[in-house]
């Protein structure tokens, strides 16, 4: 229970460099773009596309976090992708969740024959739970925080570009704009359970060695005020338009390996492991991350993942 209180406090309550960890980290974030960024589209006519990626971090810690996200989204129009995503967080048995509903929408301009920007906008909501009955602080027990179960709900937005043409694409987002806070100050208790804005850099290119190999090299950045910036360097190699596998480096944090393979031509699954390089290694045995994507044929074109820069 002492280290199920530790990891909360890291990563509700704790400052400077831990705010980090406030937003979900994501290994096989070019597979979860919808999530990061609400401009991400495919201009993917005729197809409604679906995700969920499921990650556990620092498997073994007591108390680590788990991360549930999925979307969909379908173009709308020539100009307008719209969808839904979700992120739900978990510390502990039940301790902490939190829980982000969004309704997304993207207007795409057509820049030229071959490259667009869209403009993307999220819309929602988020939830805050917390259950800390039964807890047993041997080191802080007249710590205030602990002392009252929370169940709030608060509105959010948040915003973002994309750009991509062939072979290339690059975002910036902020999935969150609204700083509500969980915690507040009352009878003289500075309770500092306030949000913070992060902002997330991603861009990735493909490389066409042949007609049977790809390779592509991507980056995230995610950054957010009193912490320092996390950057995930990804490179990845596509065979045969089917099977990938690919290694990441999260700066001063972890490397991974990941894989994955369309078993259909609408269905492709992953899995990715990170490896913990800093001293929490000591405690976990690394985080493990799976997706399935799902694309369902409206029209019947038959295409496959073509049009997406995840896929070249």
Do not use: C
Not at 14 to 28: E, N, W
Not at 257 to 274: E, Q, S, T
């Amino acid at each position: 229970m002492k280290h199920l209180y530790i990891i909360i406090w890291i990563l509700l309550f704790g400052q400077s460099m831990l705010l980090a960890q406030q937003d979900p980290q994501y290994t096989q974030y070019m597979y979860n773009m919808s999530v990061i960024n609400p401009a991400y589209t495919t201009n993917d006519v005729g197809r409604l596309n679906f995700g969920a990626l499921y990650r556990s971090q620092w498997k073994n810690t007591v108390g680590a976090p788990e991360t549930l996200t999925f979307y969909a989204h379908a173009p709308m129009s020539p100009s307008i992708e719209m969808g839904l995503s979700l992120v739900s967080d978990k510390i502990g048995d039940g301790a902490l969740k939190e829980n982000n509903i969004y309704a997304d929408f993207a207007y795409i301009l057509k820049l030229d024959e071959k490259s667009n920007i869209s403009l993307g906008l999220k819309g929602g909501f988020t939830t805050f739970e917390t259950n800390f009955n039964g807890f047993v602080l041997p080191e802080f027990q007249d710590d205030e925080a602990f002392n009252e179960n929370l169940n709030n709900t608060f509105p959010n937005i948040g915003v973002g570009a994309f750009y991509h043409r062939n072979h290339f694409y690059a975002g910036i987002s902020a999935p969150n704009l609204l700083t509500s806070k969980h915690l507040e100050n009352r009878d003289g208790i500075n309770r500092i359970g306030s949000e913070k804005i992060h902002f997330f850099l991603t861009t990735g290119y493909v490389y066409e060695l042949n007609q049977d190999i790809k390779l592509k090299p991507s980056l995230l950045a995610k950054i957010v005020e009193g912490a320092p910036l996390t950057v995930d360097l990804s490179m990845n190699a596509l065979f045969y338009n089917r099977i990938e596998g690919g290694l990441s480096y999260r700066l001063e944090d972890s490397v991974s390996a990941m894989f994955n393979i369309a078993v259909l031509p609408a269905l492709r699954i992953g899995y990715a492991y990170d490896y913990t390089l800093s001293n929490l290694s000591d405690y976990s045995a690394g985080s493990h991350e799976i997706f399935v994507l799902f694309d369902l044929d409206l029209l019947g074109l038959g295409k496959g993942y073509d049009k997406s820069p995840r896929f070249y």
